[in-house]
């Protein structure tokens, strides 16, 4: 109810308010090119933004928000290019994989032969009938129609959320919902949630929606908040998943 959604928008952001929306947009990490491409089991799902992405003094390319996005756009422009959503997951995984270490578990799904046609599929049905039928559809118990080995709802709902924001806002923005966020919303709502429960994915998006009304924001704010939920912006050695949430 509104008073929940205000006393927990008061509990994520207190006094100050919430931050602009360029936080979660600037949320990025490095990562080292070669390894990463090495990573990727087929190359075709490779992203060619990627290519042209400067490196820094380390040799090493930082991949955010914005660019993920901006990977999505041109998969939403270009449903008929088979490889455009798998490289919309492949640059997923490699924004969302844990520092530092190997990628080649987050990479894995780009493996199985369905992958390319499940996820373009996947991005029509987030765009066409909303978030929760997108995360059914692709969920492995029960089992969906698109789902795909080895991908589960901490990566695939990081798909949703790039491929499907703003497409259906009146029915719920689409975000991301792993380990983290899940702890968090425990903690801050003293309830149980599971990541791998499509009821618990609709009612994170309609209470992020309420959070976000409160607080004059926009609900990927609210999930950045529920990922990082300290005082200070983690820096890229800080940000960090858990190893449990690159492959469900």
């Known amino acids: 109810d509104q008073m929940q959604a205000k006393a927990l928008a008061n509990a994520l952001f207190g006094d100050g308010g919430a931050p602009a929306r360029d936080c ?55 449903p008929e290019d088979r490889w455009a959503a798998a490289q919309l997951h492949c640059a997923v995984a490699i924004w969302g994989a844990h520092p530092g270490r190997d990628m080649k578990r987050a990479l894995r799904p780009l493996a199985d032969p369905a992958a390319p046609e499940r996820l373009t599929e996947a991005l029509k049905v987030v765009r066409g009938e909303g978030p929760t039928s997108a995360y059914r559809a692709l969920a492995r118990k029960p089992l969906g129609r698109l789902y795909i080995s080895g991908l589960g709802a901490s990566f695939f709902t990081k798909c949703l959320y790039f491929g499907g924001w703003d497409s259906k806002p009146l029915v719920g923005q689409p975000l991301i919902m792993d380990d983290r966020v899940v702890d968090s919303l425990a903690a801050l709502t003293k309830e149980s949630w599971s990541k791998d429960e499509v009821g618990d994915y609709s009612r994170y998006l309609d209470l ?35 190893d449990d949430e690159l492959l469900d």
């Not at 060619?48 to 090493?60: F, S």
């Not at 005082?231 to 940000?239: H, Q, R």
């Open 24 to 78: 979660p947009l600037n949320q990025g990490f490095t990562r080292d090119p070669g390894l990463t491409r090495r990573a990727v089991p087929e190359s075709r799902a490779w992203p060619p933004e990627l290519d042209g992405v400067p490196l820094d003094k380390h040799g090493r390319f930082r991949l955010d928000r914005r660019k993920v996005f901006s990977i999505a756009e041109r998969a939403i422009r270009t």
């Open 208 to 242: 992020a929606r309420d959070i976000a009304h409160e607080a004059e924001t926009t609900e990927d704010v609210v999930e950045w908040r529920l990922w990082q939920p300290s005082e200070d912006e983690l820096d890229d050695s800080e940000a960090e998943l858990d």
